[in-house]
């Protein structure tokens, strides 16, 4: 996991930040100019879907992995070190994306200058847990049946 910051900072009701993309970004240790702003797409899941076709583009897919109870005990749960998880954010009544680790501690939060540990380990109510994962064969042509 490479640190990367946003570059679009959430205004409510003008424009989505892009700190998930940023966290995305993290995950693949690319540059931010390199991934979408997936919560720019409008409608139901759409930012779910553009991030889905983007992993699957790197090979890897991305899916849901659960909440906080179910990642602070994650230790054999695929895609390797980190996670992005949604929180509330710091600096306003919405969500918030933040890299965490195996055990839900957040290790990088993508807003500009945050510092890492901001996040009171015990303050954060994670929503959402995704992860971008090799994706297991599901075809019988896949699996060299």
């Not at 995950?27 to 076709?53: M, Q, S, T």
């Not at 895609?79 to 933040?98: L, T, Y």
């Amino acid at each position: 996991m490479k640190p990367v910051e946003q570059t679009i900072i959430h205004v409510p009701g003008r424009e989505n930040g892009n700190c998930f993309a940023a966290c995305v970004a993290s995950l693949f240790e690319v540059h931010i100019d390199e991934v979408p702003n997936f919560c720019a797409f409008e409608g139901p899941l759409a930012w779910y879907d553009a991030a889905r076709a983007w992993c699957r583009s790197w090979g890897y897919d991305l899916g849901t992995i659960g909440t906080l109870d179910t990642v602070t005990h994650w230790a054999d749960t695929p895609p390797g070190d980190h996670a992005i998880a949604s929180v509330p954010s710091p600096r306003g009544p919405w969500k918030h994306c933040v890299v965490v680790d195996r055990h839900g501690v957040v290790v990088h939060d993508p807003y500009p200058g945050a510092p890492i540990g901001h996040h009171a380990a015990d303050a954060i109510e994670f929503d959402l847990v995704i992860a971008a994962y090799e994706p297991y064969p599901t075809q019988p042509a896949e699996l060299g049946l």
